[in-house]
């Protein structure tokens, strides 16, 4: 019992550094001093970090962080906005048509959203807001699958005898929403506020399509573009994109439950 | 009864509740994708053409384009290769996890798990540091250790290069697996692996007679949703061969082994000198398509298996 005790651990252990050697070639890769990258193995830290720290810091790195993250604040602020307040509609009122349109949601989540793309470029363009982060936000207006997910959670989780007795001390409707209903919301919204920050922090396709000037890149185009920025020293490319990727992978470990139950929810009971 | 009545007299707001997100999904979202279709019909580009032209677009994808049935093909072949792994070695290491001698459950989901989490731009960037030809980690491991005395253009041969692929997609959802199945697998209760092991089963008998049947619901999911987004796949293997690394860059990979359909209708209408509008609209359209054909027939699949039990 004891020594396949040990065993399941190193072995599991062994695989879990296997996958993970990636994340810490990339660290490791950008402590170099370019010129010495390919003489051997870069399997040891550095001492150049700090030289390509300055390099990179030089660039446009934090302006592409900054841009991904008002973006993606805006983006999750539509997106978990319209999800509660139609989730919040479809969950708790009786009102006609209400399977049909619901049914139309549940519909549209079976699409691809790239089926839409080249139109929905051009749209953008009609209404003058390409080389703005408009178009990066405004897609997060309609999400078919925050409704659905605000949908389940309004119905099970608000009771309905504290929405009535709120309505007979004279809350208004919208009031009922902000007050009353917003709170037993909260887990739902954290769970759908992550998954969207994440989506939008991680997408990639619509700003190439939409934006062209280096000032409004956001992090995913900042990394593309750092092998170009920084043609001849390439352990800065490689710290750039360290910078512009781990912070997130370790900032999103710790809201990773909540993730993780939004994810799974749909699948596993529980 | 109490709940509707209580309602009456309120109608309007329930429609002014839902109003911003249909308003919004029909001019960003149903309209784009009707327009879509349209531009689809047409011969639609940068220098002005807008003729209709029917299905012109779609017979000569369909009849004439080795292109397009590329990229189709190794969306399915990418798929073969990954999905099965995963499924296996996701839980395989689920169950790992989930075995009572590891007490430390979270880390271990958590380290899989941060792959998953990473931009799938800068996946794609750190394959193409691992295999790049003359600079690449792989290559220089392998010569060190004097495995291979010249090294292998990996990114640069077809079959090499849709392996990479695979294996990169591999790695970037091994934690997602990982994490519905150990989810799937806390949910099975205590109490039909305690009898099991009383009634004298080995802990193959309990993993491919308890665990693997109660996990089917959730392997339906992750394979149908797999097969979806597989389909779309289009960001790693863009990144891989985007040239980060090496410098050069391949459009659809060597002889176009790593092409697949989203990426070929992004190249086809935003890149290059071409901005085929019409055409990368019928690539969109035709990729749904087959994306709908296979959701049904999953669906279908997953309904008859579910009614025979």
Same mark, same amino acid.
């Given at each position: 019992m004891r020594a396949g005790k040990w065993l399941t651990v190193l072995s599991l252990s062994f695989i879990s550094l296997l996958f993970l050697f990636p994340f810490y070639l990339m660290i490791v890769m950008g402590t170099y001093y370019s010129e010495d990258l390919f003489k051997k193995l870069p399997l040891l830290p550095s001492g150049y970090f700090v030289e390509n720290m300055k390099t990179i810091l030089s660039a446009n790195i934090l302006h592409n962080y900054w841009n991904s993250f008002y973006v993606a604040v805006l983006f999750t602020f539509v997106t978990v906005g319209v999800a509660a307040i139609t989730g919040f509609a479809f969950g708790k009122y009786e009102f006609a048509g209400k399977k049909y349109l619901y049914g139309f949601i549940l519909l549209t989540m079976m699409i691809p959203g790239q089926l839409g793309l080249i139109a929905y470029v051009m749209e953008m363009k009609w209404f003058h807001l390409n080389n703005t982060h408009a178009p990066l936000i405004l897609a997060g207006l309609n999400n078919a699958f925050g409704v659905f997910f605000m949908t389940q959670f309004a119905r099970s989780s608000v009771p309905a005898e504290v929405v009535e007795s709120a309505r007979i001390d004279g809350c208004s409707e919208p009031g009922l929403f902000v007050r009353i209903v917003v709170p037993f919301l909260l887990?739902? /919204?954290?769970?759908?506020?992550? /998954?969207?920050?994440?989506?939008?922090w991680n997408n990639y396709l619509l700003p190439l399509v939409t934006i062209n000037k280096p000032d409004l890149y956001t992090m995913p185009l900042g990394i593309a573009n750092l092998s170009t920025v920084f043609r001849t020293d390439y352990s800065a490319s490689i710290l750039g994109l360290t910078l512009g990727t781990l912070p997130l992978i370790v900032l999103f470990l710790f809201g990773s439950k909540t993730l993780v139950q939004g994810l799974t929810g749909g699948a596993v009971k529980g | 009864m109490s709940k509707t009545s209580a309602l009456k007299g309120k109608n309007k707001w329930p429609y002014l509740f839902i109003t911003p997100y249909f308003l919004s999904y029909g001019v960003l979202s149903l309209f784009p994708?009707?327009?879509?279709?349209?531009?689809? !019909?047409?011969?639609?580009?940068?220098y002005g053409n807008r003729h209709f032209i029917g299905l012109d677009n779609f017979k000569? !994808?369909?009849l004439h384009d080795s292109f397009f049935w590329k990229s189709m093909l190794n969306v399915f072949l990418f798929l073969a290769g990954y999905l099965p792994a995963l499924v296996l070695f996701g839980m395989l290491i689920a169950s790992l996890i989930e075995s009572r001698l590891i007490r430390r459950k979270t880390i271990f989901r958590l380290s899989f798990f941060s792959a998953y989490m990473t931009t799938p731009v800068a996946v794609g960037i750190i394959f193409s540091l691992l295999f790049d030809w003359q600079g690449g980690f792989i290559n220089n491991l392998l010569t060190e250790m004097g495995w291979i005395d010249s090294k292998i253009n990996w990114l640069g041969s077809p079959d090499s290069a849709r392996w990479?692929?695979?294996?990169?997609?591999?790695?970037?959802?091994l934690g997602y697996f990982v994490m519905f199945y150990t989810a799937g697998m806390a949910g099975i209760e205590a109490s039909i692996y305690e009898a099991a092991v009383i009634d004298g089963a080995s802990s193959k008998d309990v993993f491919f007679r308890i665990t693997m049947p109660l996990l089917?619901?959730?392997?339906?999911? !992750?394979?149908?949703t797999?097969?979806?987004?597989? !389909?779309?796949?289009v960001e790693e293997p863009m990144l891989l061969f985007s040239g980060w690394a090496s410098g050069s860059s391949m459009v659809g990979g060597p002889e176009g082994s790593a092409f697949t359909p989203?990426?070929?209708?992004f190249d086809a209408s935003f890149n290059g000198s071409a901005f085929k509008y019409g055409k990368g609209a019928a690539i969109a359209y035709s990729t749904f398509l087959f994306i709908a054909l296979f959701s049904v027939f999953g669906m279908k699949w997953m309904n008859r298996r579910g009614e025979e039990q």
């Open positions: 887990p739902a /919204i954290s769970t759908l506020g992550l /998954i969207s920050f994440l989506g939008s | 994708i009707l327009f879509t279709l349209y531009i689809s !019909l047409t011969d639609w580009d940068l000569q !994808l369909f990479i692929v695979i294996l990169m997609i591999f790695w970037k959802n089917k619901p959730i392997n339906m999911f !992750l394979i149908i797999s097969i979806i987004s597989g !389909l779309q796949l989203i990426w070929y209708m």
